[in-house]
Each structure stands twice: as C-alpha cells, then as structure tokens.
C-alpha cells in the first residue's frame, strides 16, 4: 500500500507547535514537581514558550516577502498572521506576569473565606493559558471555514475553563458557565453561517469561495455572511453581541481578563479583517455597512453603559465594548490604510488592556476584594507609579498621547474619512467625546479623594510583586514606545496587510 | 561629534528625571549639584562639537543628524533632529555656559528652600527645553522646544507659588507667551500647506518660490514668527510680561529672563533671516520695535524703585538693540550683543541677589545706601557690570553696543532714525544703571541696611561668589571677540547661517562710537549729579513735569490699555456668554443632555441584567437584525 504523506511546511506551524508542545510539556512534568516548585516552573516555561514562539512569528516575518499557502489550502502563512501571532503572543506573556502572584491575596468577593492556596491549579492555569495562544495563533492563520472554527473552539474552550479557575470564588464560576453556555450559542451561529456558504458556494477555502460566489445562491450566501459576522462579532465583543463580556471581565481572575481582553481583540479583528478581504469581496458593500453598523452600536452602548459602572473591571469591560467600535471602523472603511490603522491600533489597544488590568490586579490584592472607584481612592498618591502608568493608559483609551493610541485612533479615523465615511468619523468623535467622562474618573478617583475616604490596605501594604511591576512598566513602553517609533512601526503594519487585497 | 552634541541636549533631561525619581534619596543640595552638573556636561559636550566645528572649513560646518523619524508624510517628516552648525552651537554655548555658572550659583542661593529639589528639577528642564529650542533641526522641534521654554518659565516664575503676586506674574508671562506660540504657530502652518516640510534647509530653500518675495504669504509669515520672537523676547508691545516675571527667585531672572530665554527672539530672525528676508518690510518692523523699545524700557526704568524691575526694563531694552541689530541683517552684531548681554546681565542679576540675599529679601532699592562699604566685591562686581551695560570702554557691552550701531549707521534712513533711537538708549541706560547703582551702594547707610544687613565670610556662600566673579571677568573681556572695523570672530563664525550686512567702516564707525560713548558717559554723569547724594532734583523734576511723572511710574500705561481693550471687553464679553449662553445653553440643556446620556447608561444597564438567556437573546435578536438587513441590502 502506498502512503504519502502531505507536504507540510513545518516552519509556517512553529509557533503554534512550539505552543503546544510547551503547554504539553508543562502539564505532563507539572504535576510530578512538587507543589512547591509548580509555580516557578510552569511560569518559566510558559514565558520560554511564548517568547520563542513570538520569535519563531518574527523570524517568519523577515523571511515571508509574499504569502504562501500551505497544509492543504487551510493554513495561510503570510505576514498578517505572523504579526497578530506576535501580538497574541505578547500579550500572552504579560499575562504570565499578571498571573504569577495571583493566588498569594486571592480576591474575595462573596464573603466565603477564600483559601490562599498559592499553588492550586497552577500548571492547569498556565498550560491552559499556552493552549488558549496557541488556538489564537492557529486561528489567524485560518484560510478555510473548518480551521477557522478549530481554531476558534480551541482558544475558547481554553478561555472557558481559565474564566472559572478560580473554583473559590462563585462570581468566577458563574462566569465562566455563562461564558460556556453564550459562547457555544455564538460559536453555533459562527457554525450555522458556516454551512451556509459551504452549501451556496460549495467551498471552504477562502479564496475559491469568493470565486464560487459569483453564481452562488445569493441568498445562502448573505445569510452565511452575515451569520459568521455575528459570531466573529461576539468573539470581538461588539455590541450588541458583548452581553458576556462586562459578566465574564469582571468574574475572571484579573490576570485572565487582562489577557482576553488583549489578545481576543486581535485574534478576532485580524481574522475578520481577513476573511472578510479574502473570502466576501464581491459582498463588500454589504459587510462594509454591516460593520459600520455594528462599530455604531458598540460605540453608542459601550461607552454609554460604562458611564455608570463603578465596578472599575465593569467598567474596562464596557470600554472594551467601546474600542471593539473603534476597532470595527477601520475594517469597515475596506481600505488598505484601514489594514494598517488595525493593526497599529491593536498594539498599544493590547498593551494597556493588559496593563490596565494589570493595574486593578495590583490594587485588588492590597485590598483582597474588587475595586470599585469609590476603593481606588488614594491609590495615585499610594503608588505613584501604578498611579501615573494607570492615568497615562486613561488618557490613551482617550486617544490622547503619550499612548500610541493617539495615532492609532486618528489613522482609524483617516481610514473611515478616506473611503468617504465623515458621517462615522463623527460617531467616533462622540464616542471618543463621551469616553473622556469615565476615563476621566478613573483618574479622579485615584487622586481626588479626600484623605478621609480613602481605604486603607487591608492587613498592611502587601509584599513586593515584582512580576506584576515588570508586566506594568513593559506594556507602558510598548504603550510608549509605540507612540515613539510610530513610522517604523507603521511601515510594518503595511507589510503586514501587503498580502490582503483591500475592495477600496 | 554628533554625539557630544545629542549628550549635551540630553544630560539635562535625564538631570530632571534622576532628581524626580530620586525624591528624597539625594539633599536639597545634591539636586542642586546633579542640575549643575548636568549643564555642565552639556557645556563640555559644546565645547566638543564647537572644537570639531573649528577644525573644519567654513562651509562644511553645518550638518544634521536625525535621532529617528516620528511620522512622515510624503516631504514632511516629524523627527527628532539636531542642526549642528555655527548659529546652533553659538547659542549652546551662551546657554549651556552661563547656565552652569547660573545653575551653580542657584545652589547657594535656593539653600534652605523647602521645595529646593523642585526648583533645581525646573531648572535643569528649561535648561533643556532651551537647548532643545536652540538645537532643533526642523521647525516643529523649535516650536516645541520654544513652548516647553515657555512652560518651564512659567513654572520657575511662580515657584514661591504661596505668594499670590508670583502666581499672577507666572500667568501673565505664560498668556502673553502663548499668543506669541500661537502667532508662531500660524506662520508654521502656511508653511507646511506651501512647502510641505519643516526642516530647516528644505523650507529656506523652497520658501523663495512657494511663497514669493514680498508676497502676502511671506509677510504673513514674517509676521507670526515675529509675533513669537516679539513675545518671549518681551519686545512692544507683548513686554509687560517680563517686569512682573522678577517675582521668581533671582537665579530665574538671571537665567531666563536675561540670558537665555528672552534672547530667543534674536535666534529665531536669525535662524529663519531665509524667511524674514522675503517680507523685508516685516523684518524691518522687527527693528523699529526693538529701537522703540530701547527707548521706551530706558525711560521706565528711570523711575522704578525694586533693583531687579530696574535690571528688568534694561533687559527689555538691551534686546531692543539685538533686535535692531537682526531687524537690520546684522545677525552678527545682533548675536554678538546677545552673547555679551548674557555676560554682563547675568552678573548684574546675580550681583543684585548678593544684594538681595544680604538683606533678608528686600528689593526696595529705596531702603537700600552705602552698601558700597558693606559688601565692597558685591559692588566691584556690581560696577563692572553696570560699566558694561552702559559700554563704557574696554567693557564687553561697548564693542557689541557699537557693532549694532555701527551696523545701523550704514543701513539707509530706516538705519540712522534707528541709530538715533540706540544713541538715545546708550544716555538712559547709563543714566538708570547708575542711578540704581549709587543709590544702593552710594550714599550712607540706610536706617533699614544698619538694622537687617547680614553678613557672611564672602558676602555670601562661596556657591555664589564664584559664579559672579567668572561672569566679571567675561564681562570685562567678553568683548574682545569682535571689535568693528578690526576683527569679527561672530560675524565670520556665523556666516554660513546668517550673512549679516557691512558695517559702517572708517569715520562713520568711528564717529558712531564717539557719539554713543560720549552719551554714555553724560549719562553717568547725570547719574552722579542726580543721585550721588539724596538731592531735591528728582522731586523737583517730577513736579515740572507732574505728566511724565504718571507716564513712566505707571509705564506708559500698557498694562492699563490692555486691561481697557481686551481683558475689559473679554471679561465683559465672558460674563454676556456666562449668562446668556452658558447658563441656558450648557448649564441647563447640555447638562440635562449629559443627565440623558447617563441615564440612558443605566437603562442599557438593566438590559445587562445577569440572566444567560437575555443575553443569548440578544445575539440571537442581532443575529436576525443583521440577517433581514443583509438579505433586504442584497
């Protein structure tokens, strides 16, 4: 009998297996360690992991000048993906140090007397969390429906499981069987439109979709289209499909929404982004609207609903809601310089997700229980650099420098404006206009209480956490820095979106 | 080279950061030293690049280096980029030089300050900004380093922010400043939209064509960087900010507001002479300015009675001279004066917070006599500086003084009228200088100078002694740089930038320095009639002449008209829209708008009520939304 095998390029896989493989190996050694030794060893490994495999992604993106196809018309190896692997990665690795002291003050919000077990779940957690970059990063690289699904199922069931790991607390439980039972509900949609265009157009691969489109049954098509929308949408957290998200947020162990927050944004945009271009551009008038829609609505209902939370990661969960909108109006713009404005926009959009996260993490275990605005009282003035960092991420959700996100928010503009659309410029000013109200009040709770109202640490300061200020002060450069380097950085963005071809 | 010249603009940033991060690790007065230091490392830095600049032929001394790139967009590129050429490292020189001996002496002067740390960090920042303004390779750089000179004067200005009077003088010189970066930036913009870039070479080189000699565009041009450099050099009539700004410590007035930021003006014309030269009748306006203003600040500072608003007004109009000098096309005279002005000032500055400091803070130079014999090198200092500011022979201030005039004396009919009015400047800078300088050191002893005069063992800390004595000594030789009609190190130094005009040579010049010097010197014998002892004549000239008396105490009344014609009219105009638009417009209908906005929150709020199948129906109701709108569009 003969056998052949197909012809893979191993290379174009490298920083998914090398993901794999390390999260493989981390539970398998993890648990005949010690208790002890399980935390050291699972957060090294984890970081070496996700640093080489950003590096295997950087390597590929020197070397990719074109895009490739490979393992049989389902994988894309091209600068696009290697990019947003790099992102995914990155933020994966802040959330490594977000994580590691995380059970030393665990967050009790229900009253239950909650264990400080230091090494409970621990390898699960981070094997878990290497499991949940690696989907990402095979979702990115998704070129037909099934690998998108795959891969979407893969970093979701992982984000399932990290949303309940705190099995003491019950807000986190709660949240994370929400997240499983909405989120089987969208991925289902995301299945249902699936099928859908498989049966108008006969084709999974992207690009022979878009050839088949054209005498396809229109109708399947559409509503194909707009099925998977809807359950890219939900992935993204786009209004109104965000209803887990403020829930899930503000449930999850802090260290796990720091990382969702960050690096679900990119998977999802960048593989909407892609296989919007690659597989719908005869329909690109009607998806172009439909996002436009769709960024309308999540600009109006995030920063609305986050105007009254008090619960601060509520209320970065809504302002999540809020830049999905953001995020939304570049690829609605269908423009090469949409492509660009993403991409720069998801790097410092990540870093301070993850910082700012990272930040309320930071007062959550001084205080061992949520922080609100009314418990942030005080903070700038206790730790002045948690304090500065925090006001400079605000006034980057703003749009406001020194973050990267001044830029990033003005190309997402120019993109929109170039095709045409001043009528969502607009929109994006008001939402902009009423954001500065409660990132605003971030900042006046951490300084402008009184001394009176301000709430004492409980049990004394709490010990040093360096990881946590390490994470801190790298996504602030990254924040930084992006605002600094922001002509190479743009120049690598549009070879990253070179392998796309934008309808406008 | 370049990176001596990147280290001299750096080591004061990084002064700043290290004495803000390190809080109370370090003294007061390590703060104090870690900002000296700093400047002084950006002084040899200067020296490095201004050695390396020597070594070369004339015409090779200009370059640029670029530290990266921030955006760019087609021709205009946003960088971080240096010009390191003869004008720049002139200027780096002056400020880093005399800012260290200004720096140093600060040291003993601010001793004892609770907030000390703060002061040094201010002043380690506008060192920087002042290097950053003087350094900048492209347009916009300037613009940020002329704003951030802006911002850290009016820091400094209102450091002893306890005081009410020092925190108006601090908005004043911020609000008066800010229109000049707005008239700046004006002029910045048509310049983008008509040559597409900022730097330096490109925009000198394109601006003949895309603006047009003498069109309305170069003019427009011309006269919003004017506005800038008329601004923060406190020229008529946006001036009345810089008598107020001596709230600040002294040290801040030597610095700032003598030897460095003022004298931006000057840089600017110099550096952008390009531009100035395609609307030559607003360079000209530069002039007549600076020669309304010598004469005008002279007379004001007749009659002031706080020693360092008398330094203050001579400032004013000593820049006058540069400005005449740079109005004219004789960037050179203008820069020369500009350097010996920093020389001679900065001595007088600090020579008067000697004074100051003996007397526990008083400035009222009326309480002030006979201190010549209490604090004998205070007034040896004192008087070299006093000689040079009224360019008496061999001071510094004669050559650059007469190398203006000179300059001005071969300039057509626009060059003499402006002579004239330096002439008449040269008798009443003499005339106040040593008016203020008999009073204080003249004269017996005071009442008040008996009663709170405190010695220490060098009339002061040695912190402050040694930088004054320095800056006497340039002031006696700083002059000898360039002497008229023999040599002209300045002129041939910054030739490659600024081409200056000829000067008058032979009789002329020398008739020129005759006649100013002769003024000069009646000045301070007027001075020595008038003041020597306490007499009657000022009395009784101020009852002839009740008049002249109001218009010089009251100075001209500028601050008054503006007070009548735009803070009035806007106040009035303000209290109209409080009542009339704000309250009804923005107080009642927006706020009830952002009441609505918050509101409709909390409605969307309850949608977010906890319970999974809400939310799966509202995927689910999206979904179908998205769905019949897909299929209806297609």
Known sequence: MDFRTPDIDWAALAPVLVLMGTSAFVLLVGVFLPRGARRGFSATFTALGLLCAAIAAGILFAQDETASLTLRESIWRDRLAEMAQILVCGAGLLAVGVSYWERRAPVDDD?????????????????????????????????????????????????????????????????????LIVGSFGSAILLFGSAFVYGATGALEFRAIAEASGDAERLFLV???????????????????????????????????????????VAALVLTMRVLTTAFPGEEELWTWGLAGIACVSLVWGNLAALVQTDVKRLLAYSSVSHAG??????????????????????????????????????????RRPVTLENLGGFGWERPFYGVTMAVFMFGFIGLPPAGL??????????????GWTWLVIVGVLGTVISIYYYLGVIAAMYMRPAEARVAPAGGSPPRDLPLATTVFLALIVTVGSLVAADPLIDLMRDAVASLTFPH | ???????????????????????????????????????LVSFVATLVVFFALLGRDAEERSESSTLWTWLSAGDLRFGFEIAIDPLSVFMMLVVSGVGFLILSYAVGYMHGDVEERRYHAYKALFVFSMLLLVQAGNLLLLLAGWGMVGLSSYLLINFWHQRGSAVRAGKKAFIMNAFGDATFALALFILIAETGTLSFAPVFERAPEALGEGSTLATLVALGLLGGAVAKSAQIPLHTWLPDAMEGPTPVSALIHAATMVTAGVYLIARTNPLFELAVDIQHLAAILGGVTIVVAGLIALVQTDIKRVIAYSTMSQIGY???????????????????HAFFKALLFMAAGIVIHALAGEQDIRKMGGLGRELPWTFRFMLIGALALAAIPPFAGFFSKDAVLASAANAGKLGWVLWGLGAAGAFLTALYTFRMLFIVFGRQASGFVREHLHKERFEGPLAMAWPVAVLAVLAVVGGLLQIPGVWHAVDDWIHPVAESIEEASGATAILSALAALGLSLAGIAVAWILYRRPSRAPERARRTAPWAAQLLENRFFVDEAYDVYFYEPASRGASFLHRFVERPVFLTTLGDLGASVRGGGRRLGTAQNGVVRSYAFAVAAGAAVLLVVFLIAS
């Open chain 1, 111 to 179: 009253g239950t007397e909650a264990p400080a077990d230091e090494h409970e779940r621990i390898v699960e957690l981070y094997a878990l969390l290497l499991a949940a970059v690696g989907g990402m990063a095979f979702f990115v690289q998704a070129d037909n429906l099934m690998a998108l699904f795959l891969g979407l199922e893969w970093f979701s069931i992982a984000l399932y499981i990290l949303t309940a790991i705190s099995v003491h607390r019950l807000s986190s439980l709660e949240a994370g069987l929400k997240y």
């Open chain 1, 223 to 265: 509503a194909g289209l707009a099925l998977i929308l809807v359950g890219l949408a939900f992935k993204m957290s786009a209004a109104p499909f965000h209803m887990w998200t403020p829930d899930v947020y503000q449930g999850a162990p802090t260290s796990i929404t720091a990382f969702m927050a960050a690096a679900t944004k």
């Open chain 1, 326 to 367: 953001f995020l939304l109006m570049p690829i609605a713009a269908g423009n090469e310089l949409g492509g660009r404005a993403l991409l720069f926009y998801l790097v410092s959009y990540a870093a301070m997700s993850v910082g700012s996260f990272a930040i309320v993490a930071a007062r959550e275990r001084e205080l």
């Open chain 1, 406 to 419: 001044f830029l990033g928010k003005f190309y997402a503009f120019a993109a929109a404006y170039e095709r």
């Open chain 2, 1 to 39: 080279m370049t990176g001596a010249a990147w280290t001299a603009l750096v080591s004061p940033a990084v002064a700043v950061v290290l004495i803000a991060l390190a809080g109370e690790r370090i003294t007061r007065r390590g703060a104090g030293f870690l900002a000296a230091g700093a400047t």
């Open chain 2, 322 to 340: 540069m400005f005449v000098g740079a109005g004219l096309g004789a960037y050179g005279a203008g820069l020369f004066h500009l350097m010996t």
